[in-house]
């Protein structure tokens, strides 16, 4: 607070521990003053194996009172099992009593996994016992495995002040052998069955599917909700591209079982054609099926042809939605691309009333694209035979032109027109050499709105555009000036009224600067920050505001985040907008944060780019899509998470679902927490091959390091691979990159190590933890350096950050700058040039069970010079002998063991996404 003193307490701290084990410990707890107010004492036997014994209490030191005190303390991890045990008193009425004791045991080996947890009361009478155990469902001897398991838990948690009243008390059971798992877990609460729950799932080649039936009352007399979801392909193996699917989910009321909602599905994948159909029927007061809705899609992937078809069907069974798109090659193409693609779409709303004669809303067109021209056309008719509006809308993109047209036109006359190109005097069109002309217009029936014409261009770092018109019969005039250098440039765009012929009024001022972090600003790396001004003019504003703006684009990820704020200089609106375009997938994310409205949205949208190397299974393919959303409001709302993985190799499949909806009470009570009202998961492993994995590091020096390329590295050691005598599939990973960049300077004077490695990291722009510093002689006292020598090592994940780290570690004036602002004038001279090291460790993951030795450094010198086409001195190092590791997925055809449960990190994050543990885990936790 404002009359505290700088200097509120403190803590002084020892401990010893000797030869013999012997463990001590005390903590002085003083205040402001230094003075002792409390006292924290420990001792105990620490061996260097075996058994750890303590003690420890809490004393008041001023009135010499034990407030706390732990006796019995024990702790031990053997032979696989973590024990833990310990009582506890506290002080009550001036003296200590006891309150309980506790004993956990963690079983983590690989024959056994799970917990044993007792708490007792001051009588030592036990009032919670829970425990949870995994073991091989046959052997004891054997080890656990993901696909030969069985898990027993039991819980039972009593009133401690009255041990003979039960509060809750849940038992299940799991298991998961020869492909097929099931699981059933029941919980009473207060002596009365609560719940039940139980489930069934299948993984075998030509077979993969689950069942789960929740009750709610552990006798089963009363089921709530009923789901079956099952994959075939009539005896065949079920794949990606060859399968049949069919789910169904009932809830049932559970007070006479009557079922209440019916929701079924089927879908099918065959030769690149999709189809899937669901239907939701409801229970009628009668016990008549009533029909809610029904839906149905076909989707066409193919290298000919890709299409969608989708309608919904209201209660009555009618038509209220129908969309269709298409798109097929172009004449004179084989495969659609997005560059090379041409079709129509169709898109109709219907009124879902008895009378109705035609759609609500009909919008119709065609879509093409070839040879850099994309041109698009839209019809809308609302309620009507005739058309509403058209849209016509054509974008060229050559390299000597960048044209785009487009005119929307009602059904008597053009409402909007926009006509613009970028040129260059027959070259190549580029950002820093262009022309550009274009107008706008914007007509309502007969009156223009909104009229602008204007032209420009950008030559030697200088350019501008002037564009002038009028808005609602007001004169405007826009200046729009560009200063640039090679590494920075200055835009600002003056928007003015024009009162009389001599006289203007602002109304909009935007500014933006645009750097590269120290070099040259291109259209794929730079960064952006802006403010957006509006002025308030009785013509044209009747309020004023600003915005913030800030952008990058680097490494093909665009980030734009912007700021609104009002007059009052209040935020009303903060966005950031994030694309990614990467070799492997596409993804695009809106957050958008509305105070006034309490309101924040994030969704998102990632697409793999067709089938790629997964990011997860070295040496394995795979295709993913994900969409999610993310809505959140103070005062009540919704949240949708909605995530879809596919993943899959030569002949087997993954799939990953999670769905959430989180319902906020719609009310004015703050206070209340969102309920979550549903929340499924699934989780079914693709099949795999065991592998054998071959670790090295590898150091390059590159006169220029921006020649280094990741995927040419790839490709270069994957040509130093044997070619022939085996089938099996090997992947070269990159596991991680190091940039070093390395400088010797020598200073005039003498400098702390501290200040060395701070001034040197603010010059490369780097935390001080990236810098390391060592001296080349140092003054007697050893704490100085002399004024001889310092070397400095600066690394980096980065590529683009080692280029800009080096330039700065060569620029002799920027360090001694830095140092002249920190008051020491001195003379710095660079005695070694800034010279790059790349340090990559690589993986290479075969599945031949032999492995692949690592390439000499000769053989990969001459492959990475050949792929980035310059010279470069290669070094290998830390070169690890083939180790095999176990797949992380169960295997198609063979029952061969796999890594134990504990030992898989990637198996670790899948397993407790498996339906028939999700709902254990999280009982255990619920009881935790």
Sequence with gaps: GQDTPNHVGGAELSATKDSSGSLSGIAKIKDGEQSEVGRLTMTGQWPSSGLVSYSATLTDSKNNEELIKITEGKISNLDGTLNKAATLHISSEGSLKKVGSGDMSVYHGKKKLGWHVLANNEQDINFLDTKMEVKHPTDSNADVKIDSFKLAFDTVMKNPESVSEELVKATAIAQNQNQAASGEIVAHSEGKALFSASGTAKNTSTEKGMTVKVKVDAAGEHELVNAVLSFTNGGREVTMDAFTQENSIVLKDPSDGREVLRATGSGSQESGVFRTNSRITRTGDWGQTEQVSRSSMNVVMTAAEYSCSY??????????????????????????????????????????????????????????????????????????????????????????????????????????????????????????????????????????????????????????????????????????????????????????????????????????????????????????????SLIKVADFLDTSGSAKLKASIRDNVYQLSSTILNSASTAVLAEQITLEDKPKHKALTVIADIPDAELKINEWLKVSNGIVDSEVYPGFKEVFMGAGADVKVQQGGAYVDVTTKFAFDESTMSWATHEKVDMSTYNSDKSKSPVAIADFRFQDFAFSKNVAVTKFDSEMALDDVSKF???????????????????????????????????????????????????????????????????????????????????????????????????????????????????????????????????????????????VTAPTKEALAQQVSTQLDTTVQVETKNVQAPVTVAAAKPQATSTTPQAALGNSDRASKGYCNLLLLAPLLAGGALLQ
Excluded: W
């Excluded at 069109?429 to 602008?452: E, I, P, R």
């Excluded at 200055?490 to 070099?519: C, H, I, P, W, Y």
């Excluded at 089938?727 to 070093?740: G, L, Y």
């Excluded at 810098?771 to 006292?781: A, C, E, F, Q, Y």
């Design 311 to 532: 309608s919904q069907y209201d209660d009555k069974d009618r038509e209220v939605f129908n969309g269709f798109g298409k798109v097929t090659p172009p004449s004179g193409a084989s495969e659609v691309t997005f560059e090379t693609m041409t079709g129509p779409y169709h898109i109709r709303v219907y009124d879902p009333s008895p009378s109705r004669i035609r759609p609500v809303v009909d919008l119709s067109g065609n879509v093409a694209h070839t040879n850099g021209i994309l041109d698009l056309t839209s019809v809308l008719k609302q309620d009507s035979d005739t058309p509403n509006a058209h849209m016509t809308v054509k974008y060229t993109h050559q390299t000597a032109l960048y044209e785009f047209k487009a005119n929307v036109r009602d059904a008597d006359s053009s409402v909007l027109t926009i006509s613009s190109d970028a040129t260059n005097q027959g070259q190549a069109v580029s950002f820093d050499s262009m022309d550009v002309q274009g107008t706008l217009n914007v007509y309502d029936a007969a009156k223009t709105l909104l009229s602008l014409t204007g032209s420009g261009s950008n030559r030697n770092n200088d350019g501008s555009v002037q564009i002038s018109g009028s808005m609602d019969g007001k004169g405007i005039d826009t200046v729009i000036a560009l200063g640039s250098s090679s590494k920075q440039y200055d835009l600002t765009v003056t928007a003015k009224e024009r009162v009389t012929s001599s006289t203007a009024k602002n109304f909009a001022v935007l500014a933006l600067t645009m750097t590269n972090k120290g070099q040259a600003v291109k259209f794929e790396s730079m960064d952006c920050v802006g403010n957006l």
């Design 709 to 851: 390329d990741q995927t040419k590295f790839i490709e270069a050691v994957k040509a130093t691979l044997p070619t022939a005598g085996s089938s099996a599939r090997t992947n070269v990973v990159v596991e991680s990159i190091k940039f070093k960049v390395e400088a010797e300077y020598s200073f005039s004077g003498t400098v702390s190590e501290s200040i060395a490695r701070t001034s040197i990291a603010a010059t490369a722009g780097v935390p001080e933890s990236a810098v390391i510093v060592t001296i080349g002689r140092r003054l007697s006292d050893g704490r100085r350096l002399a004024a001889t020598k310092v070397s400095a090592v600066i690394e980096t994940d980065n590529k683009e950050a080692a280029v800009v780290i080096t330039a700065a570690a060569a620029d002799k004036d920027a360090l001694q700058k830095t140092f002249q602002a920190r008051g020491m004038a001195m003379s710095v001279s660079v005695t070694k040039e800034p010279k790059t090291k790349i340090e990559v460790t690589v993986a290479i993951v075969s599945e031949d069970a032999a492995g």
